[in-house]
């Protein structure tokens, strides 16, 4: 059975920074993709970034150039960077592999 586990949310004002980690226990890990999503009050459950499992990246329009996605396979933790945020980045976080594992989730708050 594969555990997700989240922290590192908080209040942050508007321009601060955030890391989110993600372990994961049981199962495999490197041989996965990895991803990070979020869920806004209000709005449907949406990917920020994703991870595959040799490195490769992609991120939503709304994130780029502000978060990076990386991970460390000997920790089996998987990170979000956030940078530049802004109020809208303001939601529940999500780590996730693949449709079946999901993390309880962290709060984000961006707020001066």
């Known amino acids: 059975q594969v555990q997700l586990v989240e922290s590192g949310g908080g209040l942050v004002q508007p321009g601060g920074s955030l890391r989110l980690p993600c372990s994961a226990f049981?199962?495999?890990?490197?041989?996965?993709?990895m991803a990070w999503y979020r869920q806004a009050p209000g709005k449907q459950r949406e990917l920020v970034a994703i991870?595959?499992?040799?490195?490769?990246?992609n991120y939503a329009d709304s994130v780029k150039g502000r978060f990076t996605i990386s991970r460390d396979n000997a920790k089996r933790t998987v990170y979000l960077q956030m940078n530049s945020l802004k109020p809208e980045d303001t939601a529940v976080y999500y780590c996730?592999?693949?449709?079946?594992?999901w993390g309880q989730g962290t709060q984000v708050t961006v707020s001066a």
């Open positions: 049981g199962g495999g890990f490197s041989p996965y993709a």
């Open positions: 991870i595959s499992s040799s490195g490769g990246t």
């Open positions: 996730n592999r693949g449709a079946t594992y």
